[in-house]
């Protein structure tokens, strides 16, 4: 069975500060995908990325960054100099059987403080 | 490009009643997916469609079903509704080759 485990309940960084949020996953399929969600207090979930299984290439997009490592069956996110607009839930999320089944992990809040 | 909408915003019903939740899905995608979002905690997944039929259902009761049209717009339907029902629920739409879901801003259900 799939899962995603986000360890990070809450995390807390002062404006500026670099954070790295943690997702784990687990899956029996050899072809699965990624995805990383932002969910600011308005409550619309905001796609961020997605990831194939078949692609370990790190992404760089502005101050997000995301490391994929199939080995650990990790896939982390980092905010560069975080920014108070960037104070959200975020969820990793598992698709997989090409798109059927999404499982998202329980989210990690991220506050950042002036 | 229309995003994903969903109507009502709010919806507050008594337990034993049943709701309809409705949702447009984003121009150019044919597969919508139903999520429950309890307070506190990461959506879960309840079904999708593609081409009107059930593609795929979490670990909800039959209770919960749904309809897709042929514009791929979708409804989810409550039956029995009791408290624990009490939840944001989320339509996501996307095709069915890109597997990237787009999230509607959700309709909030309170259950009494």
């Known amino acids: 069975a799939q899962k995603v485990t986000q360890a990070q309940t809450e995390i807390s960084v002062v404006e500026k500060e670099d954070v790295t949020l943690d997702c784990v996953y687990e899956?029996?399929?050899?072809?699965?995908?990624l995805f990383w969600y932002k969910q600011p207090p308005s409550g619309e979930l905001v796609f961020l990325i997605r990831r194939n299984s078949f692609d370990e290439q790190n992404e760089i997009s502005g101050r997000y960054s995301w490391n994929f490592q199939k080995s650990t069956s990790s896939f982390n996110f980092t905010i560069t100099a975080s920014q108070v607009v960037d104070s959200a839930v975020y969820f990793c999320a598992l698709s997989e059987n090409y798109g059927q089944n999404f499982v998202f992990g329980p989210g990690t809040r991220l506050s950042v403080l002036p | 490009e229309t995003g994903v909408t969903q109507s009502p915003t709010h919806l507050i019903k008594t337990r034993g009643q049943q709701v309809t939740l409705r949702c447009s899905s984003q121009?150019?995608?044919?597969?919508v997916s139903w999520y429950q979002q309890a307070l506190g905690q990461g959506p879960q997944f309840i079904f999708q469609y593609y081409r009107e039929e059930e593609n795929g259902r979490g670990n909800f009761p039959p209770r919960f079903s749904g309809l897709q049209f042929p514009n791929y717009s979708s409804e989810l339907n409550v039956n029995a509704l009791e408290l624990d029902d009490s939840a944001l629920y989320l339509c996501?739409?996307?095709?069915?080759?890109?597997?990237?879901?787009?999230f509607g801003p959700g309709t909030r259900l309170t259950v009494t």
């Open positions: 121009s150019g995608h044919n597969t």
């Open positions: 996501a739409s996307s095709s069915l080759t890109s597997f990237e879901q787009y």
């Open positions: 899956t029996r399929d050899t072809t699965y995908y």
